[in-house]
């Protein structure tokens, strides 16, 4: 018997309270193929990426080749001979084939320079090797997914590779691709590579491995000989139950039309034309199939009937009314349901709950009446889905992005098939679901032809959408080339069609046959069933009885989350362990900032002690320091209240101090022009116009990004020098009052100043004033119909529009808001104890320091009056410190900007741990999201929403019309037509 390559003893690993893998032990012979199969979540790829070297566990022992090692990074992997090829492609578009399996490692000459030759001739030497034919010198963005694949192993292979990981390797090809990379497969088995297969199809797993290995729930359930297996043998290993992976397929009873597709022509921002004169119908109880080449406009067409693509040419027909020029909520009312194919930067928030991703699409009473939402509807309405459509780990609060990748699509399809469609569209429903899962969606899908909509499917599994539909289409470079019903398609004509040939009998039959001889080289012949294969069946715990149990649609309602009526006791202790862990990160910065500010004061050669005693405290030792501190709070409290607002819509506006100017001014030249007018009214206006012109100001940026994509950063920025410019003319031309002495406005009417209720301690109606407009603010944010599209907006993906927010609208309607809060800021300071006229040199950086307390805040409209309140302490009382301890005023400044700088780190960290350990768990996998975006993302811990904000860069793309993304269509060539269709094989029905 042969000696393991590799052997894995006891794993185990956690992320927190997430145990991802527990006590695994498996052994991977050379020159076999070892699949490892089972859920999303199961702990498979995390497994994976501890050979690889990209995470340690945390117990347990790899050995390779006989001896314990410790695979520190991919480096030593590398050194090992261990090579991973990703599900997700890790390559350089604008890069050559040679220089992306070379990256990071490249040849160079005796001079130093690179040796492109060199590297072009290793790859050529690789690719006959190895049986991978590619040309060195392509580049990666012109070829076609298939080839693409092969770079990757190409590039695995180039370390003189004698253990191999593919995760999910042909999720994103087509049968004859597929039936290649499997020759290669094994053509390195039968060389002695060790080859460790990761897929979701079990058909495919059990054409080309030797052993399997099933893990559930983190544990090995056992390891077993691929000879006598079946699918169903693997599935039910898998979830812990029977699963059905033949679809029932009733003939369809088809009505009148319910979509009608006419002449649609696209051409994306290339200049190439995806969908060319593209026509269609689907009637009502029918399910409808698009096939073919990921890349030939099957993305286009589903964003372009979901009205999330703008066309050239064609027209729209729903339900018999034409909804051509319909927005995306147009046509959602007209009976659309869409079920995208990227789940997390389409389908979901990953940031927002799981009942703040299901009810955007449903804000009708009781869940939302007059604008405002109703926290016990949504609730109970999403505990109803949860429970329907067995949402698992799920509760209302939970953030959908925590969900494993079948859950988030029960959740997207729960939220669709709620809303009782006409047209039910649905692009790569399974996409990254496991096999427990996809059974569900299946039979979801089927449940929702049976009950009269008509169903567009879109999927690149072919498998899937040849055992779904009724009828067949088949698109090959933007055009429908062939139509299949049930009874006349087959895999073999069908993958033909997808390489641009048109099936014939003859064409049929060699394509069949090309597939018995590819069938022939990828034969599983094992010699020993019984070598080195273990039964190692976990104890099956009272979570895993739970597990297996609770996979059945229709338990009670509350298993699948939160009880219907969870105690007030258990809400209170949620929100305050929320509160404490938002917390951690700004006490933190702040109290690093204050270690770092005190070794300074010793340097300075005076007390921390006493320094910091007079900063913190001296505010409270007399009614005039309170009166201080109040005087500083105000503008604080309602400025962080503006920033909040843009920021978490994802608009970075650093434009509040131009718009607090703009609106100072306009409130002092309110007060002291209409003074004719009773007090009260003057006061009014003056408030009304300082809230317009802080509008106006804010407008205009949002209006340029909206329509023009100016990045709003360099506008606001650019409007904030304006204003300050502007207002210091008026003040020192045009309405100069020679008496202040300053550049300073004439004085408002003494009747139109807020009355103090305590001159002494500073309290008027100026800090009520203020308090209510920071209130309202954190209710329209947390609690309104408006408040829950900004939440959407700043996710910064396309969920917002998804369900029928305008982007457009929503950021001249933030920027306007966040505008007319940071100018009513300004009028209440100049009709305030501290005010009385315009002065220029009125604020210290309000606008800035309003950016600070947000961030340190977390974004919580509710935490920002704490975090206001500790920031005009601090600048109350360092007056009293330079005085009484003689520290320089200055460095209250400088530790303002530690905490700024040390926030904003501690987020980036937090984000991007976050995404690496999710990544790991395999529970999210975040899109487009690339380090070079300069951004802020903060999450509001108290309130539950887990928004974010960041910077414009990816906002901008969000609100220009944007074809669907991806390369040209690429398709194999009509010589490899046979290839195609033969790598399919007979129509089983299964789903793979």
């Given amino acids: ?386 429970s329907e459509f067995d949402v698992r780990d799920a509760s209302p609060a939970t953030p959908i992005g925590t969900l494993s990748g079948g859950n988030v699509q029960k959740v997207i399809i729960a939220r669709e098939f709620t809303s009782n469609p006409e047209l039910l569209l649905v692009s790569q429903p399974t996409r990254g679901v496991d096999v427990g899962a996809m059974e569900f969606v299946h039979n979801a899908i089927v449940s929702r032809r049976d009950r009269g909509a008509g169903v567009l499917l879109l999927s690149a599994d072919l498998s899937e959408v040849m055992s779904l539909s009724d009828r067949l289409l088949v698109m090959y470079r933007g055009q429908i080339i062939a139509e299949f019903t049930q009874e006349s398609m087959s895999e073999a004509a069908v993958g033909l069609a997808m390489a641009g040939v048109r099936p014939s009998a003859d064409k049929v039959r060699a394509a069949e046959e090309k597939r018995a001889r590819a069938a022939e080289r990828v034969h599983t012949a094992v010699a020993d069933p019984g070598a080195a294969v273990t039964r190692t069946r976990a104890k099956q715990t009272a979570a895993n009885r739970s597990s297996a149990q609770g996979n059945r649609p229709g338990r009670a309602r509350g298993a699948a989350g939160e009880p219907t009526n969870e105690p007030l006791a258990r809400r209170l202790g949620r929100t305050g362990r929320a509160l404490v862990r938002g917390s951690i990160a700004p006490v933190a910065a702040v109290v690093i900032a204050l270690l770092i500010g005190m070794v300074i004061i010793v340097a300075l050669g005076q007390d921390p002690v006493v320094a910091y005693k007079q900063l913190f405290f001296s505010s409270f030792q007399s009614p005039q320091g309170i009166g201080a501190l109040i005087a500083q709070f105000i503008p604080l409290a309602v400025l962080s209240a503006a920033v909040i607002i843009s920021f978490r819509a994802g608009f970075f506006n650093i434009g509040g101090e131009g718009q607090l100017y703009i609106g100072a001014f306009a409130g002092a030249w309110a007060g002291f022009t209409f003074t004719s007018l009773p007090g009260p009214v003057v006061t009014l206006i003056a408030l009304t116009l300082g809230l317009v012109g802080g509008m106006v100001w804010g407008m205009i940026p949002g209006a340029l990004l909206a329509f023009w994509r100016v990045n709003i950063i360099v506008t606001t920025l650019m409007m904030s020098t304006i204003a300050i410019l502007f207002t210091g003319y008026l003040v020192t031309g045009p309405f100069y009052d020679p008496t202040a002495g300053l550049a300073a406005s004439r004085k408002i009417t003494p009747d139109a100043l807020f009355t103090m209720f305590s001159p002494e301690y500073g309290i008027g109606i100026d800090l009520l004033v203020a308090l209510v407009a920071v209130l309202v603010l954190g209710l329209v944010l947390t609690r309104s119909v408006w408040g829950l599209k900004v939440r959407q907006l700043g996710e910064l993906n396309r969920f917002a529009e998804y369900t029928g927010v305008n982007p457009k609208a929503m950021s001249v309607q933030v920027m306007a808001i966040s505008g007319a809060v940071s100018g009513l800021a300004g009028a209440i300071f100049v009709l305030g104890p501290n005010g009385g006229r315009f002065l220029q040199t009125f604020s210290p950086g309000y606008g800035f320091l309003g950016i600070t307390v947000a961030l340190l805040a977390r974004l919580n409209p509710w935490a920002a009056i704490v975090a206001a309140a500790f920031y005009a302490n601090m600048m109350a009382g360092s007056n009293s410190m330079q005085v009484y301890a003689s520290v320089p005023f200055p460095l209250v400044s400088v530790i303002q900007g530690i905490i700024i700088l040390l926030i904003t780190a501690v987020f980036v960290i937090d984000r991007r741990t976050r995404q690496k350990v999710l990544a790991m768990l395999h529970l999210r996998r975040p899109e487009g999201l690339s380090a070079g975006n300069t951004q802020v993302r903060d999450s509001a811990a108290a309130d539950g929403t887990g928004s974010e904000a960041r910077s414009d860069s990816r906002l901008e793309r969000t609100l220009a019309p944007k074809p669907a993304s991806g390369p040209p269509p690429q398709t194999a060539g009509a010589s490899d037509g046979a290839g195609a269709g033969a790598g399919a094989g007979e129509k089983t029905g299964d789903a793979r």
């Fill in 1 to 386: 018997m042969a000696k393991p390559l590799l052997e894995l003893q006891s794993i185990t690993k956690s992320f927190g309270p997430k145990v991802a893998n527990d006590n695994i032990s498996l052994s991977v012979l050379p020159g076999r193929i070892h699949a490892l199969v089972g859920e999303n979540g199961a702990g498979k790829t995390t497994l994976m990426t501890m050979i690889a070297g990209t995470a340690q566990p945390d117990a347990g022992t790899i050995v390779f080749d006989g001896r314990a090692v410790e695979i520190a990074n991919p480096q030593k992997a590398s050194a090992l001979g261990i090579g991973m090829v990703h599900q997700h492609f890790k390559l350089v578009p604008s890069l050559t084939v040679a220089a992306n399996v070379f990256l990071a490692r490249e040849l160079t000459t005796k001079r130093g320079t690179l040796d492109t030759a060199a590297m072009e001739s290793e790859v050529s030497e690789l690719s006959k090797r190895f049986g991978l034919a590619i040309d060195p010198r392509a580049k990666i963005a012109s070829l076609s997914v298939g080839l693409r694949q092969r770079v990757e192993v190409l590039k695995a292979l180039s370390h003189d590779t004698r253990l191999l990981i593919l995760d999910e390797p042909t999720a994103v090809l087509t049968p004859g691709e597929t039936d290649e990379l499997f020759i290669v497969m094994r053509s390195l088995a039968e060389k002695g590579c060790a080859v460790v297969f990761i897929s979701h199809k079990l058909g495919e797993v059990l054409e080309i491995a030797d052993e399997i290995t099933v893990i559930r729930d983190g544990r090995t359930i056992g390891t077993l000989p691929n000879v006598g297996l079946s699918q169903a043998d693997i599935a039910q290993m898998m979830v812990g139950r029977e699963v059905l992976l033949r679809i029932n397929h009733t003939p369809a009873d088809p009505g009148d039309p319910v979509l009608s597709v006419d002449d649609l022509t696209v051409i994306d921002d290339r200049g190439v034309t995806v969908l060319d004169h593209l026509s269609l119908t689907v009637c009502a109880g029918e399910i409808v199939g698009i096939a073919g080449v990921e890349g030939n406009g099957q993305s286009e067409l589903a964003a372009a009937i979901a009205g999330m693509q703008s066309i050239d040419s064609g027209k729209f027909t729903l339900a018999g009314t034409d909804i051509t020029t319909a927005g995306v909520a147009g046509r959602r009312a007209a009976g659309l349901a869409y079920i995208p194919e990227d789940r997390d930067a389409v389908g979901s928030g990953p940031a927002l709950s799981v009942a703040e991703n299901v009810v955007p699409t449903h804000l009708t009473p009781p869940i939302a009446r007059h604008g405002w939402l109703s926290s016990r509807a949504m609730n109970a309405f999403t505990r109803d889905l949860i």
